[in-house]
Structures are given as structure tokens and as C-alpha cells.
């Protein structure tokens, strides 16, 4: 990998770990658009990629972060309760999760089925719900939403939106929330995989450092445009796109 491989690794993650357009389903394509025919030697730079992003989202909503333990106890275990789906169900499934990576068919299935998600949001405005104010069931109907984003092509923050207009939250709770659980929910998934894989970061810092700069930045953007976008509803517009790449991964794997 040369450096600017990795700023346009790091550039492809950020953004794409927050606008709903998966990714997972990005970075899969990615590799092989750049020719890394072995993905698998770069899952230690991915997974530094998503530090970084983890490190963007903690800086975007550190006054939530501070009310957690304070005037927010609630919504920590409502927190809690929504990261738990995904903890059980990343376990269970991280075998399946890793063959359809490797498939531009199930990339290209799951990127239609973000599609259907982002065009549901047209009927589901939204509501004047907070998210402290869930229930348990509903914070673990939430939390299954933000599962479905394992899977590569499905975004996970396009998933748990659309779960959370669906629930009745404001639309600015709803992306805060969202935020929130982007937090713990790529962090374990790059805790699981390292201590599993063992895996290490094999490219060199002049490789490591622009990319996980990259990544860094171009989260904070992704951050600021999916707030903005879900105040003027304008989800349903993403699952065009979506569905343009699942139509073309699938004509592709297919071949």
C-alpha cells in the first residue's frame, strides 16, 4: 500500500462509517478496486481506520459522553441495553460476517437491503420521543438494528436511524443516539477481531498515520452531513446510491 492508499482508505472509512451508505461494504469494494487481493493482511490497518473514526465520534459528542454519568444516568443503561443485540449476534455470527465480505454478491445484497431501509424513512418522520426515555424493549429493538449493520453493504448507522425514527425519537436524538452507539459498538468490534485474529497493523507509519488522519477528519465531516441531512429528511436519497452499488456488485460477483 503506498500513503495515498491509505488517505483514500481513510477517507472512504470516514465517510462512510456515518453517511448510511455501509462502511464495511465500501472498504470490501475498496479492496478490490485497489487490487489488495489478500484483504485479510489488512484487517490491522482497517481496524486502526475505525479507531480513528471512534476517536472522531468521542470528540463530536463529548458533552454527551460527560452527561452519561451525571444528569444522563438513564440514557447510559438505554445505551447499555442497545449495544447488547449487537455484542451477542457479532459473536454468533462473526463466521458469516467474514465469508460475505469476501462475496461482492452478499455485498451487493446487503447494499440493497440498506437501500429499502434509508427509503423507508419517507414514511417514518420522526416523533418528539428522547432517547433516554426508551423503554428496554424499545432500546433492544434498536440495538437490532444497529446488529444488521455487521454485515458488509448494510450501514449500521443507516440501520439504527431508521430503527429510531421508526421508534418515535426526535430527529436530533435519534442521530445523537446513533452517535452514542457507534462508540461502543466499533470499539468491541475491534477489540472481538484483534484479540481473536491476532491480528497487527502491517503497513508502515508513512502508510498508518495519513490514513487514520484521513479517517479521523473525514468522520467529523460525515458526522456534521448525516445531522444535516436527517433534520431535512433527506435519508431516502442515500438509498438511490445504495442501490446503484448493490445492482453493480451483484452484476459483478455474478460474472
Not at 1 to 8: A, E, P, W
Not at 87 to 102: D, K, N, P, R
Amino acid at each position: 500500500m503506498t500513503m495515498l492508499d491509505g488517505v483514500l482508505a481513510g477517507i472512504v472509512q470516514g465517510l462512510t462509517e456515518f453517511l448510511p451508505i455501509s462502511s464495511s461494504g465500501h472498504l470490501a469494494l475498496l479492496s478490490r478496486l485497489a487490487g489488495w487481493h489478500n484483504p485479510e493482511a489488512h484487517l490491522g490497518f482497517v481496524i486502526a481506520l475505525h479507531l480513528a473514526s471512534v476517536a472522531a465520534v468521542m470528540l463530536f459528542v463529548a458533552r454527551e459522553i460527560g452527561s452519561l454519568f451525571t444528569s444522563q444516568k438513564r440514557l447510559l443503561w438505554v445505551g447499555s441495553l442497545a449495544t447488547l443485540p449487537l455484542g451477542v449476534l457479532g459473536v454468533l455470527f462473526h463466521e458469516a460476517v467474514s465469508a460475505a465480505t469476501g462475496s461482492l454478491v452478499w455485498i451487493g445484497i446487503f447494499f440493497l437491503v440498506t437501500g429499502g431501509l434509508l427509503l423507508s424513512t419517507r414514511w417514518a418522520p420522526g416523533g418528539t420521543g428522547r432517547a433516554a426515555d426508551l423503554s428496554p424493549v424499545r432500546a433492544l429493538i434498536a440495538g437490532f438494528g444497529q446488529a444488521l449493520g455487521m454485515f458488509p453493504g448494510v450501514s449500521r448507522s443507516g440501520a439504527t436511524l431508521t430503527v429510531c425514527l421508526r421508534l418515535g425519537l426526535e430527529r436530533e436524538q435519534a442521530v445523537r443516539f446513533t452517535f452514542l452507539l457507534a462508540i461502543p459498538a466499533i470499539l468491541g468490534a475491534a477489540l472481538y477481531t484483534g484479540v481473536k485474529d491476532g491480528l497487527a497493523v502491517d503497513v508502515p507509519a508513512g502508510v498508518l498515520l495519513p490514513g487514520m488522519a484521513a479517517s479521523f477528519a473525514s468522520s467529523l465531516v460525515g458526522m456534521k452531513v448525516l445531522a444535516l441531512v436527517v433534520r431535512r429528511q433527506g435519508l431516502p436519497w442515500f438509498a438511490l446510491y445504495c442501490a446503484t452499488l448493490g445492482v453493480i456488485s451483484l452484476i459483478v460477483g455474478l460474472r
